[in-house]
C-alpha cells in the first residue's frame, strides 16, 4: 500500500514570501503525482498533474517537480497571497492511474 | 460546465436507515470514485469504478455498497449506517492521464 507524507502539517508565511510544500511517497512505480486545493468546508481542486515521465509542471505561480528516485514532489507556490491560504494535498497516482493515495495535506495561511 | 454534483450536500439521519448518496458528472468519464475525509486520517478511498458495471473497492469499503449502471452516475449506498460512517464525502470523475474533478463534497452524520 502506497505512503503520502505531507511536512509540515501547517504552515504560515507573510504575504509575497515563497512557499514550499513538500510530499513524500514509498511507491517507486508510481504513475503519476496530482497536487489539489481544498478551502475550508469545500471539495477539492487539482492544480498540477506532473506524469511519471515528467520532471515538473508549472501553472501561473504554481510550479510542481517530481524526483522518483527520491520518492519526492514539491510544490512551489511564488509570492504568496492571502488568497493561497488552503490546505494543500498531493495524491500519487498508482499502477493502475485512477487509484489515489493521498498525503493529510498542509494548511498554509498566508498572512497580509 | 464540467462538473461532478453530489447530492444531498448535508444530511443528518439515525443509525440503521438506508440512504443513498449519488453522484452524476457530465463530462463523460470512464473512472469515478468515493471518497471519505475524517480529521486526522485523510481522504481513503471507498470503492471506484473504472466504466460501466465495472466495481472494486478500495482502502475502506466496509458498510458501502456502489453500482455503476450508467456512465454518468455512481451512486454510493449505506444500506445500515452506524455513527462510525459519519464522514465528509467526495465523489470524483477522470479520464485517463487526466486530474481527477471532485464534487463539493455531502458531510453525513449518522446519530
Known amino acids: 500500500k502506497q505512503e503520502v507524507t505531507q511536512i509540515p502539517a501547517a504552515l504560515s508565511v507573510p504575504e509575497g514570501e515563497n512557499l514550499v510544500l513538500n510530499c513524500s511517497f514509498t511507491d517507486s512505480a508510481i504513475y503519476n503525482l496530482q497536487w489539489f486545493r481544498q478551502d475550508p468546508g469545500k471539495g477539492l481542486t487539482s492544480l498540477l498533474l506532473?506524469?511519471?515521465?515528467?520532471r515538473e509542471q508549472t501553472s501561473g505561480r504554481l510550479n510542481a517537480s517530481l524526483d522518483k528516485s527520491s520518492g519526492r514532489s514539491t510544490l512551489y507556490i511564488a509570492a504568496s497571497q492571502p488568497g493561497d491560504s488552503a490546505t494543500y494535498l498531493c495524491a500519487e497516482g498508482g499502477s493502475n492511474d485512477y487509484k489515489l493515495s493521498f498525503g493529510a495535506g498542509t494548511t498554509v495561511t498566508v498572512r497580509a | 460546465e464540467a462538473q461532478v454534483t453530489q447530492n444531498p450536500r448535508y444530511l443528518i439521519t439515525v443509525t440503521g436507515k438506508k440512504l443513498t448518496v449519488t453522484c452524476s458528472q457530465n463530462?463523460?468519464?470512464?473512472?469515478m470514485s468515493w471518497y471519505r475525509q475524517d480529521p486526522g486520517l485523510g481522504l481513503r478511498q471507498i470503492y471506484y469504478s473504472m466504466n460501466v458495471e465495472v466495481t472494486d473497492k478500495g482502502d475502506v469499503p466496509e458498510g458501502y455498497k456502489v453500482s455503476r449502471k450508467e456512465k454518468r452516475n455512481f451512486p454510493l449506498i449505506l444500506e445500515s449506517p452506524s455513527p462510525n460512517q459519519t464522514s465528509l464525502y467526495f465523489c470524483?470523475?477522470?479520464?485517463?492521464?487526466?486530474?481527477?474533478?471532485f464534487g463539493d463534497g455531502t458531510r453525513l452524520s449518522i446519530l
Open positions: 470524483a470523475s477522470s479520464s485517463l492521464n487526466q486530474p481527477q474533478h
Open positions: 463530462m463523460n468519464h470512464e473512472y
Open positions: 506532473i506524469q511519471s515521465s515528467q
